[in-house]
């Protein structure tokens, strides 16, 4: 019985201690994400190469669920200019047969933010991100699928990116 007491009294100091410190897991609350946006830069524009492409519609879903609003370009306060991705695999290892065992994955992206008036705001900035995975040369169908998935969560990553950074901007700026 003591030892029972013990082992939960442990437990529970540990949560109370994470939950003192802060300590959130990834993906859950707004922190950082756009929560402390003040209101006028709530009101944004997208502009794009390309409007319809994964990382434009990570972008918009993203910010749109941190509060943002989409506005017309003459009804926004400020302009997010967003330039393409730019997506690089590179081998990381060989293995004994001299095939790829390793691969490095990254992404890349610029924005820059401007005010209603076109005048910059935030200078154009470059946001990456990396991801290892191993490669297994027999299951090629299997590994085209997971670098697929692997490049989509570096999209959430570079949109979770933008969004910390103008946000950061914006909070420094009032």
Not at 83 to 108: C, D, I, M, T
Not at 111 to 118: G, M, R
Request: charge should be positive; charged fraction near 25%; aromatic fraction near 8%.
């Amino acid at each position: 019985m003591d030892r029972r007491l013990i082992r939960c009294t442990f437990i529970l100091g540990l949560a109370a201690l994470l939950a003192a410190c802060g300590f959130q897991l990834r993906g859950t609350g707004s922190a950082g994400e756009g929560a402390t946006l003040p209101d006028d830069w709530r009101y944004l524009h997208l502009v794009t190469a390309n409007p319809n492409s994964e990382f434009s519609r990570e972008i918009r879903s993203r910010f749109a669920a941190n509060g943002i609003h989409w506005m017309e370009r003459d009804e926004a306060n400020y302009v997010v200019v967003l330039g393409p991705e730019h997506f690089k695999q590179r081998n990381l290892s060989l293995n004994a047969e001299a095939r790829v065992a390793e691969y490095e994955l990254s992404l890349r992206a610029r924005f820059s933010v401007l005010d209603s008036n076109n005048g910059e705001v935030m200078p154009a900035r470059e946001v990456t991100t990396l991801r290892q995975m191993e490669n297994d040369p027999r299951n090629v169908v299997g590994k085209a699928e997971e670098v697929r998935i692997l490049r989509s969560e570096m999209r959430a990553d570079l949109a979770r990116q933008i969004m910390r950074r103008i946000g950061f901007f914006a909070a420094s700026t009032q």
